[in-house]
T-cell receptor
Framework: DQQVKQNSPSLSVQEGRISILNCDYTNSMFDYFLWYKKYPAEGPTFLIS?????DKNEDGRFTVFLNKSAKHLSLHIVPSQPGDSAVYFCAAPMNRDDKIIFGKGTRLHILP | ETGVTQSPTHLIKTRGQQVTLRCSSQSGHNTVSWYQQALGQGPQFIFQYYREEENGRGNFPPRFSGLQFPNYSSELNVNALELDDSALYLCASSLHLGAGNTGELFFGEGSRLTVL
């Protein structure tokens, strides 16, 4: 049973345009959510997080939106840059001191 | 500040063998978590170690075991290897969530295990 779902395996976006990566979850008890970014041959790196009591968190070109009623969050990247091409994972911690659950990831391709 | 380092980076084993993967945590971090990432999947939680004791375990059989040492480094041991154990094994260090942090994980580059 996947508690964090990323239903788009890949996404292609023109350089300079907005990239929107989506994530759905089933567990309403999650306290916060995280996005990680992964380049080939590297470990995932933390990108941005959002608490469940907020609906938006912004950090430079990256903004995460949370819609609790729909159990949906999205990561917006604007403007998209070539270095943004990577796999993006949506994640949430199961408990305050327990495992972090990851989605399957979305591979983002930024087209020149 | 030293990041998370893992060894070996790549290794090939045959079914039934045993493997030990090693991880040095980031300086100042007291918690180590291990994840398995199969091809096309997201990282799957194996277990976490805090203060040298297992502190949470995912849905993995007992042949997956681990250790954490006083310097917070860690080992992942897998016995009786199966073909499906072929994956990227990621180690992540963090501060224990009880300390009020948000659980951000710092990952190493991973150890890619191939079981033939």
């Amino acid at each position: 049973d996947q508690q964090v779902k990323q239903n788009s395996p890949s996404l292609s976006v023109q350089e300079g345009r907005i990239s929107i990566l989506n994530c759905d979850y089933t567990n309403s008890m999650f306290d916060y959510f995280l996005w990680y970014k992964k380049y080939p041959a590297e470990g995932p790196t933390f990108l941005i997080s959002i608490s469940s009591i907020k609906d938006k968190n912004e950090d430079g070109r990256f903004t995460v939106f949370l819609n609790k009623s729909a159990k949906h969050l999205s990561l917006h990247i604007v403007p998209s840059q070539p270095g943004d091409s990577a796999v993006y994972f949506c994640a949430a911690p199961m408990n305050r001191d327990d495992k972090i659950i990851f989605g399957k990831g979305t591979r983002l391709h930024i087209l020149p | 500040e030293t990041g998370v380092t893992q060894s070996p980076t790549h290794l090939i084993k045959t079914r039934g063998q045993q493997v030990t993967l090693r991880c040095s945590s980031q300086s100042g971090h007291n918690t180590v978590s291990w994840y398995q990432q199969a091809l096309g999947q997201g990282p799957q939680f194996i277990f976490q170690y805090y203060r040298e004791e297992e502190n949470g375990r995912g849905n993995f059989p007992p042949r997956f075991s681990g250790l954490q040492f006083p310097n917070y480094s860690s080992e992942l041991n897998v016995n009786a290897l199966e073909l499906d154990d072929s994956a990227l094994y990621l180690c992540a260090s963090s501060l224990h969530l009880g300390a009020g942090n948000t659980g951000e994980l710092f990952f190493g580059e991973g150890s890619r295990l191939t079981v033939l």
